[in-house]
């Protein structure tokens, strides 16, 4: 059994919001983006069966995103939701049978994150709603009351907590019906018992095990054997199991010149160490690396993709060996590669249940409520 700390009703931890793991807008935008889209469109396909969102490395909830103006050439921040929070409320509106699994190691991150997940749950989060009536405002022209042409969305789910709230909408704070569970624990002595415990269980209603989005983000090495691996285990092609990975080339390219190449890329690959020599032979640029860890992924996912790259472009964008993270979605379902950048018409297969097909889905959602 799991060892949770499931957050108390009253404030536990006095955490500062100085704590804030801070971000890059370079190297996160696209990540956010990504997480944003792909947990709405994964939930309302997955609903209403059971199931969880396992976000590994869940940070401090909100991060300090420094935004940088090349026209002033300043710097300035803002605090925007993190992986967690997103989770969060971008499930917010459909979140019954959904469990939201956060883990994180370090106890002041984890303080933070639990002083948000309090915040969360005693007070909801703010989803911005549009007022249904006529709603007029004067005009700052004429200073004559106009009608407001009506925006199509029927909700806004802001990215922040203090998000100025647009014309013709009212904020309103929910709560999730979800249950949302923080783990204080390094992942690798955590994820066996997470599978065991919230995925390996036959759900009553569905009479099937939950369905799994992993969201494993370590900002450096993730360890192939204690995680990775399990994670694929779980997957082994059929459907059931996602898992979108920050990879991190950094992490490998700064161990490269050191004594520690060898154990850092064992680790990484899951191959025993006295083969690396042989294995890694001609693996030499940031490419090969690439590759060589999305091949051992295909062992286990039908679709391995690099977020933003589609498919059928000849030229990938320039790989820079200055590029740090790689964003990667691992699936087994088609229909979520249109996320992950392909274009989406190219893809006539119809979503799961045969209800309704991916173009449809995907106008819908970006016409409607997210
Ligand atoms: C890049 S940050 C996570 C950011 C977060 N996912 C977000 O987008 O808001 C990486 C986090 O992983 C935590 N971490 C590092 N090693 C870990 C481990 N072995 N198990 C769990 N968490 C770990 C760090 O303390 C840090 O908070």
Redesign the pocket.
């Known amino acids: 059994m799991c060892q949770n700390r499931p957050f108390s009703k009253k404030s536990i931890k006095n955490s500062k919001e100085g704590n804030l793991?801070k971000v890059g807008e370079k190297s996160n935008k696209s990540?956010y983006e990504f997480l944003r889209l792909f947990y709405t469109i994964w939930n309302q396909i997955t609903n209403p069966r059971a199931r969880v969102i396992i976000?590994?490395?869940?940070?401090?909830g909100l991060?300090n995103l420094n935004i940088k103006r090349s026209l002033t050439k300043t710097n300035y921040s803002k605090k925007i939701y993190?992986?967690?929070l997103i989770a969060i409320i971008k499930t917010i509106k459909i979140s019954q049978n959904l469990k939201i699994i956060l883990?994180?190691?370090?106890p002041y991150?984890f303080a933070q994150l639990e002083s948000f997940l309090d915040k969360v749950q005693n007070e909801g989060l703010p989803v911005f709603e549009k007022i249904e009536d006529d709603f007029r405002y004067k005009s700052l022209e004429t200073g004559r009351k106009r009608k407001l042409k009506q925006n199509k969305k029927k909700n806004i789910f802001p990215e922040e907590f203090n998000k100025k709230l647009p014309i013709g909408y009212k904020k309103v704070l929910i709560h999730s019906k979800g249950e949302i569970i923080a783990h204080n624990?390094?992942?690798?002595d955590n994820i066996q018992c997470i599978i065991d415990d919230h995925l390996d269980k036959i759900d009553e209603k569905s009479d099937s095990k939950p369905i799994a989005l992993f969201?494993v983000?370590?900002?450096?090495i993730v360890d192939w054997k204690k995680v990775i691996e399990l994670i694929c285990n779980r997957s082994n092609k059929r459907e059931g199991t996602e898992m979108i990975l920050n990879w991190s080339w950094e992490a490998i390219s700064r161990t490269l010149p050191t004594k520690f190449k060898n154990s850092t890329l064992s680790k990484i690959y899951g191959i025993p160490i006295e083969k690396i020599d042989k294995e890694f032979k001609d693996i030499l640029t940031m490419k090969d690396f690439l590759e060589k860890y999305l091949g051992q992924l295909r062992k286990y996912f039908k679709h391995v993709v690099e977020v933003g790259v589609p498919r059928d472009r000849k030229l990938k964008p320039k790989q820079s060996e200055h590029r740090k993270y790689f964003l990667i979605l691992c699936t087994n379902n088609q229909s979520g590669l249109s996320l992950a950048g392909y274009q989406k018409e190219k893809i006539g297969e119809k979503l799961r249940d045969g209800v309704i097909d991916l173009n449809t889905f995907i106008y819908q959602n970006n016409h409607s409520d997210n």
């Open positions: 793991i990540k976000d590994t490395h869940a940070g401090t991060v993190g992986s967690p883990n994180e190691s370090d991150n624990k390094k992942i690798e969201f983000d370590p900002c450096g």
